[in-house]
């Protein structure tokens, strides 16, 4: 089986970088050092993305919306061009699941599939190999696509069909996001009232209202490190495809809405390209607030 992945942001860099380490495979992405990175690591570069079709039988994506998805199988010189009948493509992406079924369906007249395996839990579990993968997928294709996903980690949930995957994700997204702000917020009314951020999120965490943004990000925010992760613009994104799945589903939105507008906010403020951790940022100042361990109170 010859192996390619095609987009090495953040988080398609680290993915690529595990797959490597496990199997030998080739990368493609317009970011000449990105792609370096790989070729240093052992990978081989393929110059195009129809090439990369023509030598592989299995194909990651990792890119930023399912328009980039069905652009990189679908527009002249894509995948859909030069993989072979029986070929795989697997959608690493924070996608639209109704874009995914729909490309998925227009693959089979080629008899190519497609399955949807998003992940959950930051760059550096996808390097240490122990990320969270959600695979959508019929089960004819459940197989082989968990044979090659295990290389990147064995945390494996087959959620359902073409997909289910993507779902699942937003789901996930919504939650995490709604969280990272709601505990930036709780985070500012503690320093607001004169108590240590550190000293607030060291209760908070061994508290009931505890959870994963609290205990795994936030002292990293409180030390100052908010110039990572994926974008502003993503995030809100990723906001939006989950409230219309509700509103589709006939399921209220509330807090969802509410977050999709409060990460709109931070767009306005700080621009789409910005880290999603500089959301921080975006609480101080609207609470006139510095979250840092070193400091506690109201700017001055």
Request: no cysteine; proline share 4%; glycine share 8%.
């Given at each position: 089986m010859s192996i390619g992945y095609i987009g090495l942001g953040d988080m398609g860099g680290a993915l690529a970088s595990r797959l490597q380490s496990q199997r030998q495979i080739s990368v493609y992405d317009k970011n000449e050092s990105a792609v370096a990175a790989l070729i240093a690591q052992g990978a081989a570069a393929s110059e195009s993305v129809a090439e990369m079709g023509r030598t592989c039988t299995t194909v990651f994506l990792c890119l930023p919306t399912s328009q980039h998805v069905r652009s990189v199988i679908f527009d002249d010189g894509g995948l859909a061009e030069t993989l072979a009948p029986g070929s795989l493509i697997i959608d690493q992406t924070s996608g639209d699941p109704e874009a995914t079924r729909a490309i998925a369906k227009d693959l089979e007249s080629r008899q190519i599939m497609l399955v949807d395996a998003p992940v959950s839990g930051g760059a550096p579990a996808a390097l240490a190999g122990t990320i969270s993968i959600m695979l959508g997928a019929d089960d004819h294709a459940v197989g082989r696509a968990v044979e090659v996903l295990e290389s990147i980690s064995p945390v494996i949930t087959h959620i359902g069909g073409i997909g289910a995957g993507h779902t699942i994700k937003l789901i996930n997204n919504l939650l995490s996001c709604s969280q990272r702000w709601l505990s930036l917020e709780a985070l500012a009314i503690a320093?607001?009232?004169?108590?240590?951020?550190?000293?607030?999120l060291k209760v908070l965490v061994a508290g009931g209202g505890r959870n994963?943004?609290?205990?795994?990000q936030a002292s990293k925010i409180l030390a100052g490190d908010r110039d990572r992760g994926f974008s502003l613009g993503l995030a809100h994104k990723d906001l939006k495809l989950a409230c219309a799945l509700g509103a589709a589903s006939g399921v209220p939105t509330f807090f969802g809405s509410l977050s999709r507008e409060l990460y709109q906010t931070g767009?306005?403020?700080?621009?789409?390209?910005?880290?999603?951790?500089?959301v921080a940022s975006v609480v101080e100042r609207l609470a006139d607030v510095e979250l840092t361990s070193s400091h506690s109170g109201t700017k001055g």
């Open positions: 320093t607001k009232n004169g108590i240590d951020p550190e000293a607030a994963a943004y609290l205990e795994q767009i306005a403020l700080l621009g789409r390209d910005s880290h999603v951790e500089t």
